[in-house]
């Protein structure tokens, strides 16, 4: 009985390690086996090698052919030309690292696509397909509804927000980044994406607000000569915005403000009310003398106090005039409705002049004005000094006499034609009627023993006053 059982249990023995030895056989041939092939949904750029050794896995990859059809969300959207996909004997060691990395200790349906950059892959799929892609993303885009971001706006003297609209135009720089993320496959699947618009929500829309209420809350006070105006950012812009850390604005408002300014005190191309020395009232028209405010340079003064906070102005750096001194004349003055009490005044009817310095008479001579018979009157009108030169040269023509060039020893020039205040010593005809058929080219003749006393009373910028 004894040996009966020592016999079976020999054959027990002899049975388990036969199993143990199975099992140990067919474990080293899968583990032989997932370590020399590939899972079963395993794709390399796309094409399957489930099942296939690393050799044979190189094989097929080198067979395959790129069709390089671009498709967005499963439609195709572009055409390209067909190419090989690059693989060469050179990339068996980076199919077998792959192999390497997509080892599992039982096998596994799992789907899994790994990416290798073939060794001879075509230019055409990296640069010029690429290139193509893009043109015609743009070209579709042209032909799409393009999104408008949320922005807040100063209007009306309130800030509000407007909110986004979407759009349908292609995002072309994300679709170009998964492009290059998968340039790699045989089949180029792209994700439709679209360009989305800034939303009202925004960390940038909040900021736009904060800035916009701040400038809401700006006023300045800006004078001009003796007066005061206190322009408010709510009601002298028409509409504000704050894009890209700067503020653009709509000035209309604005402007029409400084042309009101104009209207009520500038003094350029008007008409002066004049009281002459013989007492009679007149009217003279401004030519060269006075001044206006340049409404764009205005305009960038005041706007950009309102960008810098700044909260009182003067209109002086935004005056302009014309003729000699562009930067305009009469600014400093209101007396005399704008012509001040230092000025030039001439009566061609009478032959006179009369000049006042602080608005004490200086001067009253008689002097010979332009010649009428011919034309060359003394220009009528408001003029200032432009500029004083003694000696000097005058050079010039006259009607009937040809081109002139002469000798002076004082010039005191009020037109940009060239008619001036200037000693005529070779004058003989001093007679209240000379200006009619004996007058100058223009100019004002003074006599000589009379002109230093002109000139010397005579300054740069202050008026002359012809009628």
């Not at 050799?55 to 959207?77: M, Q, W």
């Not at 070209?139 to 807040?152: I, M, W």
């Not at 230093?452 to 006053?465: D, F, G, R, T």
Request: charged share 20%; aromatic share 10%.
């Amino acid at each position: 009985m004894l040996k009966r059982v020592e016999i079976i249990n020999k054959k027990v023995k002899v049975i388990g390690a036969s199993i143990v030895a199975l099992v140990v056989l067919a474990l080293g041939g899968l583990t032989w086996y997932q370590h020399t092939h590939f899972n079963s949904q395993v794709t390399i750029n796309g094409t399957k090698v489930g099942g296939l050794t690393a050799d044979a896995a190189l094989k097929k990859l080198r067979s395959v052919s790129l069709t390089n059809a671009i498709y967005l969300d499963g439609k195709l959207f572009y055409q390209g030309q067909k190419t090989a996909a690059g693989f060469t004997a050179s990339d068996l060691g980076a199919v077998k690292k792959v192999l390497k990395k997509q080892v599992t200790l039982f096998p596994t349906k799992a789907a899994k696509d790994y990416e290798i950059a073939p060794s001879k892959i075509s230019n055409y799929r990296k640069v010029t397909l690429k290139q193509e892609l893009k043109a015609k993303l743009e070209s579709e885009n042209l032909k799409r509804t393009k999104a408008q971001d949320a922005y807040a706006i100063l209007k009306d003297g309130k800030v509000s927000v407007v909110p986004a609209k979407k759009g349908n135009q292609y995002d072309v720089a994300k679709i170009l980044k998964e492009y290059d993320r998968i340039s790699y496959s045989s089949d180029l699947k792209l994700r439709v994406q679209y360009l989305q618009p800034l939303s009202a929500k925004s960390q940038e829309v909040k900021t736009e607000q904060t800035k916009l209420a701040e400038l809401a809350g700006r006023k300045v006070d800006y004078q001009v000569q003796d007066k005061h105006y206190e322009l408010k950012a709510n009601e002298m812009l028409t509409s504000a915005r704050y894009v890209d850390g700067k503020y653009q604005f709509d000035t209309a408002a604005l402007k029409n403000k400084v042309n009101e300014i104009n209207q009520a005190q500038a003094t350029l191309g008007k008409t002066f009310t004049f009281t002459t020395s013989t007492g009679k009232t007149i009217q003279v028209p401004g030519k060269t003398y006075g001044w206006a405010l340049r409404d764009s340079d205005a305009i960038a003064s005041i706007t950009k106090a309102y960008e810098t906070g700044k909260t009182s102005l003067n209109a002086v750096n935004d005056i302009y005039g014309i003729g000699y001194l562009t930067y305009g004349t009469g600014y400093d003055t209101t007396l005399n409705g704008g012509l001040g009490n230092t000025y030039a005044e001439v009566s061609i009817a009478d032959q006179h002049v009369w000049l006042y310095k602080n608005g004490q008479q200086v001067a009253s001579i008689d002097v010979v004005t332009g010649k009428k018979s011919t034309g060359e009157d003394t220009p009528t009108g408001v003029w200032y000094i432009m500029y004083k030169q003694s000696p000097s040269v005058l050079r010039g023509s006259s009607a009937g006499s040809g081109s002139y060039e002469v000798k002076v020893n004082y010039w005191a020039q009020f037109t940009n034609s060239g008619c001036g205040f200037h000693d005529a010593s070779w004058r003989k005809n001093w007679a209240k009627d000379a200006y009619i058929s004996d007058g100058s080219g223009g100019c004002v003749n003074v006599k000589p023993s009379e002109m230093p006393n002109i000139y010397n009373n005579l300054s740069q910028k202050e008026a002359v006053i012809i009628y």
